[in-house]
């Protein structure tokens, strides 16, 4: 097994092992407080800057930072009461089994997501970083990295009108591949060649030498 496939391996071993820790109310809360969090702070952030202005008297801009903090850490902290709850009605019963399954499937599949990310990622730092032979070479690594894509080819009905950012980018680098190779590459052997070239250097006439000297020194003279 590839070096890569066995780190790959590790992390999604320990996203499995947290899930099943933690459970499915736990895991889903967590990620289910963020984005609710995130969308509530969006929406509701100045209503509540408007209202704390009328009880604390700081500049509007700060209070609409603390105001969205206030209510992203809020809905984060409702969101893992809630999962604390769940998971103690729970506990006691046959779904706690359940509950860790589905948690350590949840967050396998969330680990599944991150690697691909991270993959991709390693994709687009080929122009300045070429790690990509290394995901190439590797067992999971393609077909972990094609997760996101896929994703994102299946849920085209929910952006239709969103052009596919990874094909652009394959086609971005596919460029640049060829311009170094059909321009750059060449250009820098034609340098290379051309320091090596030794310019002749000609013989000197030094019985022609002195005739100009003297020619110059009579002009002068006259």
């Keep these: 097994m590839y070096l890569l496939d066995i780190f790959i391996v590790i992390v999604l071993a320990l996203f499995l092992f947290s899930g099943i820790k933690r459970g499915f109310f736990c895991e ?4 289910v407080g963020i984005v609710v969090g995130a969308l509530l702070a969006i929406n509701f952030s100045d209503g509540l800057t408007r209202f704390l202005q009328g009880y ?3 500049a509007s801009s700060l209070l ?3 105001s969205i903090f206030l209510i992203f850490i809020l809905c984060l902290l409702g969101s893992r ?3 604390w709850g769940l998971t103690k009605v729970v506990k006691s019963t046959p779904l706690s089994s359940m509950n860790r399954l589905a948690g350590g499937i ?5 680990g599944i997501v991150i690697v691909s990310l991270v993959l991709l990622l390693v994709l687009l730092l080929k122009p300045f970083l070429d790690l990509n032979s290394y995901v190439e070479d590797s067992s999971l690594g393609p077909p972990l990295r094609s997760v996101i894509p896929n994703l994102f080819a299946y849920t085209s009905f929910l952006h239709p009108d969103t052009e596919d950012i990874f094909e652009k980018v394959k086609s971005a680098i596919k460029m640049k591949e060829v311009v170094e190779k059909e321009v750059v590459k060449p250009a820098e052997e034609i340098a ?4 090596k ?3 002749p250097e000609f013989p000197q006439d030094e019985k022609l030498l002195e005739g100009l000297k003297e020619l110059f020194s009579r002009k002068e003279k006259d």
């Design 56 to 58: 604390i008297n700081i």
């Design 28 to 31: 889903i809360a967590g990620l």
């Design 64 to 66: 609409f930072v603390i």
């Design 197 to 199: 070239i030794k310019v």
């Design 192 to 195: 290379e060649k051309a320091k």
């Design 81 to 83: 009461f809630l999962a």
């Design 106 to 110: 949840f967050s396998l599949l969330k």
